[in-house]
């Protein structure tokens, strides 16, 4: 969105880390009007000297869930940790939290700490700066109604899922508070769309027909997980076709983690998922909670059920991959967009 307003740099990738923030730092260009930077962690006091180098005038923490909890006591342990980015705020800077999460007074909390100008929150709840006030959701994106500092606005988002429709109001709230066009931004919202690995959707014309494969192969936890599986459900197959989830191990979940791959079997369920395809160990404690008319295919790795799921699929299909990078699902993906050059 700031890329149509101004000169914008930003990481090129998820280079978020002790090496990709400086790097990142170090190939901006002297006349950028505008920097954006992820910063990222998977263990406590990552964020710190990262956020340290970078010094936002803005900083926003999107999201806490149960990701990384091979590293951490807790969740409040995983707020704690992204709680450190405010630390690096410039004097007068501002901080912009989801105000919809379990732990937003516990960020709140951290960014007082760097006495901000501002501390702004973004969601449903009532009490937020930035508030969710109708959300219409489709298997093409979302309309979405805020009150942005107490002014209404309606717009559309044009990446499908619940997920990108709350993030559009973190957006929203940081180019508001960088003193750029916010209304403009959210009409420039309807040219959204879904990133490679992270939802996007492409049409494949393979042996046995056209079918639609949405890319969710970078990365996956609990939460994202089950929006995914939302937004598939939300998906509408064409004649004879079958919503499908190819699935790979969340990783980095501890202890915890048989339990929580054995969790999805309810959304799996509740969204109508036709078949389900998985592979890796943790994804091995699904497959008996899962119903038996729902059960594709089962390998330990991705490059196991890759071919099997290639042979089925078939015209109308919507074929959604997700799981942890380390997982290696794009293999599937790959197999997937090769039957689009074996059908020429």
Not at 19 to 29: I, T
Not at 222 to 229: D, K, N, T, W
């Amino acid at each position: 969105m700031l890329e149509l307003q101004g000169r914008t740099h930003a990481s090129a990738a998820s280079y978020n880390n002790l090496w990709g923030v400086p790097l990142s730092l170090a190939r901006m260009p002297r006349d950028t009007q505008y920097g954006i930077f992820e910063i990222g962690m998977n263990h406590s006091g990552e964020i710190t000297p990262l956020t340290a180098q970078v010094r936002p005038y803005v900083a926003i923490v999107t999201m806490v869930a149960a990701v990384h909890l091979e590293h951490f006591d807790s969740v409040a342990g995983i707020a704690d940790a992204k709680g450190e980015i405010f630390s690096g705020l410039e004097p007068g800077g501002v901080a912009v939290i989801n105000g919809d999460l379990e732990w937003t007074q516990r960020l709140k909390d951290h960014a007082a700490k760097a006495k901000p100008s501002r501390v702004i929150t973004f969601g449903r709840a009532a009490a937020c700066d930035v508030r969710l006030t109708d959300l219409k959701l489709d298997e093409e994106g979302s309309d979405v109604a805020v009150t942005l500092f107490g002014k209404a606005m309606r717009y559309r988002v044009g990446a499908p899922g619940e997920h990108w429709a709350l993030n559009s109001l973190g957006v929203l709230t940081v180019i508001a508070s960088l003193g750029a066009d916010a209304e403009r931004a959210a009409a420039d919202m309807a040219s959204l769309s879904a990133l490679a690995g992270r939802g996007a959707r492409q049409r494949i014309t393979g042996p046995k027909g056209a079918f639609d494969l949405i890319d969710e192969s970078y990365n996956a936890n609990p939460l994202s997980m089950a929006v995914s599986i939302a937004t598939l459900g939300r998906a509408k197959p064409g004649s004879g076709g079958r919503r499908i989830a190819v699935l790979g191990d969340m990783l980095e979940l501890g202890p915890t983690g048989p339990e929580l791959h054995m969790g999805l079997a309810k959304p799996l369920a509740e969204h109508g998922i036709d078949l389900v395809f998985a592979s890796g160990p943790l994804m091995n404690h699904l497959w008996p909670a899962i119903a038996e008319r729902q059960r594709g295919g089962y390998a330990s790795a991705s490059s196991g059920i890759a071919h099997a799921v290639a042979e089925m699929v078939r015209a109308g299909d919507i074929v959604m991959i997700k799981g942890s990078n380390g997982s290696k699902m794009r293999l599937v993906v790959e197999a997937l967009r090769a039957l689009a050059a074996a059908h020429q």
